[in-house]
Structure formats: C-alpha cells, structure tokens
C-alpha cells in the first residue's frame, strides 16, 4: 500500500472553512501511500461542543418559552377579536371567527408566531449538530482505538 509518510498538499488556511463550528480545528492535508486516497487530519476539541451547547441552552429556553406564550396568547386574542366582532353586531359564532381570523393585529401575532418557531428550530438544531458532532468525535476516537491495536 505504499509508505505511511504524510505529506502535505495544501497550506491549512485554505481549507479551515470546510470544518463547522469553531471547535473543529484541521491538522493537514495529507496524501497517504502512493497519493491515491486523500484525506483530513482533522482534530475536535468536544469540551468546546459541550460548552457550546450550554452557551445555548438559555437562548433556546427563552425561544421556547416565547413560542409557546404566542400560541397560547393566540386563542386569548381570538377570543377578544370574537367579543369586539360581536359588539360590532356580528351575532353568529362563525361570522365572529371569521373577523377574528381576518383582523391585522390576528395576523401580526401570527408573523411573531413564526418567528417564535424560526427562533427555536435554529437553536435546537445548532444544539443537535453540536450533539452529533459529539458523537462523530466519539465514534472516531474509537475507531482510531481498534486500529492502534490491530497495529500494535
């Protein structure tokens, strides 16, 4: 399969963009035999994954909390639209509903919604892909484990 001797082919600088998160940090780029398997010595530091996580674990608290005020505020709101819709002559329920649905602060609570839920799904899943970033690291270190001792 040729030498194990890494040699390497690019400067770091050029390549550092393609790792996520700052906790990723590239090594080399490296050939490895007769140059016709290239790949990434890349090295993570999982206590910074881990305390990124905890960096947002209160933003995503306080997103979550928001979101779930405006859906419960949103039926409170409904429910006021109906009673000025009926001071306004509108007898039948549904025709109250219907102004409710239609009224612009209805579809302003609905816009602060959405952003709610735009906030807290991007939390949530730079919290998860920090996770798994965990686990890959994890995963790696015991691959590199079972391959020292077959060597050794």
Known sequence: MGTHKLQPQIRLGAIFGLCRGSYWRVNDYCTYGMGSIFYMVIFMKPEEAAQDIRNKARAYGDAKAQRV????????????????????????????????????????????????????????????????????????????????RAHQ
């Open 69 to 148: 005020y405006l859906e419960e505020f949103r039926k409170s709101k409904k429910a006021l639209l109906m009673k000025d819709a009926l001071q306004m002559g509108y007898e039948a329920a549904n025709a109250q509903e219907r102004e409710a649905y239609a009224d612009p602060e209805y579809h302003t609570l609905l816009k602060g919604l959405a952003a709610a839920i735009a906030q807290e799904e991007t939390l949530r899943w730079e919290i998860e892909a920090s996770r798994l970033d965990i686990e890959i690291w994890r995963t790696k270190e015991a691959t590199n484990r079972m391959q020292d």
